[in-house]
C-alpha cells in the first residue's frame, strides 16, 4: 500500500490543480495535524481514496460553514479511533504534550490514556506480532525526529504504544524541518518505521 503523508505545510504541488495527476499513484492519505480544514477538503475533493487526519496544536483543522466552526467534511478524524482500510489497521492520536493553554494540548495523562485505548488488540498482537500496523500522530515520539526545545519534545506516551503494539509504521509533524537534509524518518530498535511528514511525502507499507 502507498500512502500519500502530509503535515504542517500547504504544499504547492498538492494544493495545485493538476493533483492528484502530478503525483505518483497512492492508495490512502495521511495527514498529521496543522493542516487547514479547507485544504484537507480540497484533498478529500479531489482523491478517490480515504483521507485520514488528526488535529495539529493550532487549532487549524476546521471549517466555518453558516457561522459556525465544525471538522472538514470528507475526511476522518483518527484521533482516539481506528480505522481498517486494506487489510491494515491506522490509529490516530492528535496533539501534543502540554507547554502551554490551548486547543491542542493534552496532559500526559490523557496522551497515555490515548495511547493505551487499544489495549483490547493485545490478542492479536500476540497472533500476528503487531496490534496496529499504523500509527498516526501529530507529536513525534522522543528520538532524532523530536525538537530538542519544550514545545517540540518528544510524548513518551508513544514509546509505550510501539512497545505494546509493534506498528510497521508511526506517522508524525509538529518538529520543524530545518537545514539542507534534515532528517525525515528513521528506524527504532523495534523496527518502528517512523517518518516525519512535513509537506508532504511518501511510504509504501
Known amino acids: 500500500m502507498r500512502l ?15 493533483f492528484p495527476h502530478n503525483l505518483p499513484p497512492f492508495d490512502l492519505v495521511l495527514a498529521a495535524g496543522d493542516l487547514p480544514g479547507e485544504y484537507l477538503e480540497y484533498v478529500a475533493s479531489q482523491v478517490a ?13 476546521w471549517v466555518w460553514e453558516e457561522g459556525r466552526k465544525k471538522r472538514p467534511g470528507g ?9 481498517r482500510h486494506g487489510g491494515l489497521l491506522f490509529y490516530g492520536i492528535g496533539g501534543v504534550p502540554r ?29 500476528r506480532g503487531r496490534a496496529v ?11 532524532p525526529t523530536a525538537g530538542k526545545d519544550f514545545p517540540h519534545r518528544g510524548a513518551g506516551a508513544f514509546l509505550l504504544f510501539h512497545r505494546l503494539f509493534r506498528p510497521r509504521l508511526h506517522v508524525h509533524g509538529h518538529t520543524p524541518l530545518l537545514g539542507a537534509n534534515p532528517l525525515r524518518g ?11 511528514a512535513q509537506g508532504y511525502a511518501f511510504f509504501s507499507l
Request: net charge negative; no cysteine.
Open 186 to 196: 528513521y528506524r527504532t530498535p523495534l523496527g518502528v518505521e517512523v517518518v516525519h
Open 75 to 83: 475526511v476522518v478524524n483518527l484521533h482516539g479511533r481506528l480505522f
Open 4 to 18: 500519500l503523508l502530509l503535515s504542517d505545510q500547504v504544499h504547492p504541488h498538492i494544493h495545485s490543480p493538476r
Open 133 to 143: 500496523d499504523v500509527l498516526l500522530t501529530h507529536a513525534p515520539p522522543p528520538g
Open 49 to 61: 481514496v480515504p483521507v485520514l487526519f488528526v488535529p495539529g496544536n493550532h487549532g487549524e483543522e
Open 99 to 127: 507547554y502551554r493553554e490551548g486547543e491542542g494540548q493534552l496532559a500526559e495523562t490523557e496522551l497515555y490514556r490515548l495511547a493505551l485505548k487499544p489495549l483490547f488488540l493485545l490478542p492479536r498482537r500476540l497472533l
